[in-house]
């Protein structure tokens, strides 16, 4: 008896210690890359601290933080997109983080701007280009070299795009926006509706798949999707990457549009110190590596080498990218969403 309640005593003292030592981070992420599950696995292997992650979009993300308020769980936000990033930091929804390791390896072009006592709302982890994919047999290079010529009447019939109110379309309208001004813009966006292949539909990959099958001849994708295509061993890939030429259009103007893959700290975070711990680790040199190798981006942390054999090919080992402020776009995104409200771009 006696051993009995002395094992039982010795039992709640060891499940109260484990309780005691586990931590746990609570994630809202807007990535959504299976690849991904590698670098979260790597973190609770190096530091023991769990990760509960709740999936859902850029949108879904910030709605849920404000509907949840005080009483929110979350602890770090995970975006895709700057202007979305931005977003988050305007709406008060992010607290800003003081760590000397992020502003070493970020540079300030790929972070929120910092409030007055040294602190930044938000960093940016990885980059993707938004770039020109073409059917090789019936699209000419030069007529699809910059994003202007995709609302050229040459290329009626011929665009396949995703939903213009999509976070990756705002953010390159926005920017676009602000190279054309406002109302060449507005023509700009008329001629790519004139020049839809069909209504837009579906992801990246599928108006790459499109172009493939000769449904489209010109198509608009983030890098990563394209790269993933050209490292995958499937026959049917490969068959679409033969058949698609790509460009990274604006090389002689502006350059191409990039955006952000990001995170932050949730405003109400039980666990900031755990949290900035986490960001700390995306932005080190394996964490660096996974993005760049695992899901085909670029990694933004000084000093990391990129070895990865689709974006050597793809750019031809570098290409010039916008360099106008990210907040910027950020605010430029209601006046595109009204504008494609205008010219019927769904
Ligand atoms: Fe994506």
Redesign the pocket.
């Known amino acids: 008896m006696k051993t009995r309640i002395a094992l039982a005593c010795l039992l709640s003292i060891v499940s109260a210690t484990t309780l005691a030592q586990e931590q746990v981070l609570n994630i809202y992420s807007a990535r959504?890359y299976p690849t991904d599950e590698a670098l979260y696995a790597n973190f609770t292997k190096a530091t023991g601290i769990k990760l509960n992650r709740v999936d859902a979009d850029d949108a879904g993300i910030l709605a849920r933080l404000k509907a949840e308020g005080a009483a929110s769980p979350a602890d770090i936000i995970l975006l895709?997109d700057a202007s979305r990033l931005w977003r988050g930091e305007t709406d008060g929804l992010f607290q800003p983080i003081k760590s000397k390791l992020l502003d070493d390896a970020i540079p300030a072009q790929y972070r929120g701007k910092a409030n007055a006592n040294g602190e930044t709302p938000w960093y940016g982890f990885s980059t993707r280009a938004r770039v020109i994919v073409y059917d090789k047999l019936k699209v000419k290079k030069e007529d699809v070299d910059t994003y202007e010529e995709l609302g050229d009447p040459k290329n009626t019939g011929k665009l396949c795009i995703r939903s213009g109110s999509h976070p990756?379309n705002l953010s390159l309208f926005g920017s676009v926006t602000e190279h054309m001004g406002e109302a060449a813009a507005e023509q700009w966006l008329k001629g790519m509706v004139a020049n839809m292949a069909r209504a837009p539909k579906g992801?990246?990959t599928d108006q790459i798949k499109a172009v493939a099958s000769g449904e489209c001849g010109i198509a608009v994708s983030?890098s990563?999707?394209l790269a993933r295509l050209m490292r995958s061993t499937k026959p049917e890939d490969q068959t679409v990457i033969e058949r698609v030429g790509v460009v990274f259009p604006n090389q002689s103007t502006w350059g191409t549009h990039v955006n952000i893959a990001g995170g932050a700290v949730a405003k109400n975070a039980k666990n900031p110190a755990n949290a900035i711990k986490f960001l700390e680790y995306l932005a080190s040199a394996s964490a660096q590596d996974h993005f760049a190798n695992g899901n085909n981006e670029w990694p933004v942390a000084k000093g990391v080498k990129i070895n990865n054999p689709a974006l050597q090919a793809m750019t031809g080992g570098s290409f010039k990218s916008e360099t106008i402020p990210i907040s910027v776009v950020g605010m430029n995104q209601v006046k595109v969403q009204q504008m494609l409200d205008r010219v019927g771009f769904k």
């Open positions: 959504h895709v990756y992801g990246d983030n990563y999707y």
